[in-house]
């Protein structure tokens, strides 16, 4: 089975703060992506990452980073958090062949003060 | 642009009528599309997929149907189950090169069982 995990469940941070999000999948895949969810507008593609070091801009990433410096580890960065960033944040990973089915991690809420 | 669009953002239905999902799009360049559910405080599991060459795909209780002329895709659940309350996303996809892809997700429908 597809194993997605996310570094925290839930995060409380201030206005300003530096913020990580950590994403780790054990499948081997070479696709990750992060994405935010909030109520009425779906999921929205953030950041995405089709190899290590690679990554690609998604619908909304301004005001986010990522770094993908291992096949299996893909990180969000918010560099100064905002109220406007407060959001579940889902992370997931697919195959680049074959079955592009992304697989998802738990999320994290975040919550920003 | 909302590529992907689910109308119907909540849906009741007793507990073992069918259940019927809704999802339209408007790029007809996608290749295959997806189904996920979605519990609170959980990421999205996939439930079912298809590809744009086909109009029908099953699993168990789960059968999700493809009219590319209507750009229109449905997932119907028969019989519902009080589990299966939970966020219904349609999403869409392409294939392009160096596995260089990315879904669509619509916006989401809350499906409600009653017991």
């Known amino acids: 089975d597809v194993k997605v995990t996310q570094s925290s469940r839930y995060l409380v941070k201030r206005t300003g703060e530096k913020v990580f999000l950590e994403c780790v999948q054990d499948?081997?895949?070479?696709?990750m992506f992060w994405y935010r969810q909030d109520p009425g507008l779906g999921l929205r593609l953030i950041y995405f990452?089709?190899?290590?070091?690679?990554?690609e801009k998604g619908d909304i990433p301004e005001g986010y980073s990522v770094s993908r410096e291992k096949k299996e580890r893909f990180s969000l960065i918010l560099e100064s958090a905002s109220t406007n960033q407060t959001s579940m944040y889902l992370c997931?990973?697919?195959?680049?062949?074959?079955?592009?089915?992304?697989?998802f991690g738990p999320g994290t809420r975040l919550t920003v003060l | 642009d909302q590529q992907v669009k689910q109308n119907s953002p909540s849906l009741s239905v007793q507990e073992g009528r069918i259940s019927i999902l809704n999802c339209d799009y408007t790029?007809?360049?996608?290749?295959?599309f997806l189904w996920y559910k979605k519990y609170p405080a959980e990421g999205p599991t996939f439930l079912i997929s298809?590809?744009?060459?086909?109009d029908k795909n099953e699993d168990g209780r789960f059968t999700v149907f493809l009219n590319k002329s209507a750009k229109h895709l449905s997932l119907h659940i028969v019989p519902s189950q009080p589990g299966d309350s939970a966020v219904y996303f349609c999403?869409?996809?392409?294939?392009?090169?160096?596995?260089?892809?990315?879904?669509?997700f619509g916006t989401g429908t809350r499906l409600t069982i009653i017991p």
């Open positions: 997931a990973s697919s195959l680049r062949t074959g079955s592009r089915t992304q697989y």
């Open positions: 999403a869409a996809g392409r294939f392009l090169n160096f596995g260089n892809e990315k879904l669509t």
């Open positions: 499948m081997d895949h070479e696709n």
């Open positions: 790029n007809s360049m996608f290749d295959y």
């Open positions: 990452s089709y190899d290590v070091k690679m990554k």
């Open positions: 298809i590809s744009s060459i086909k």
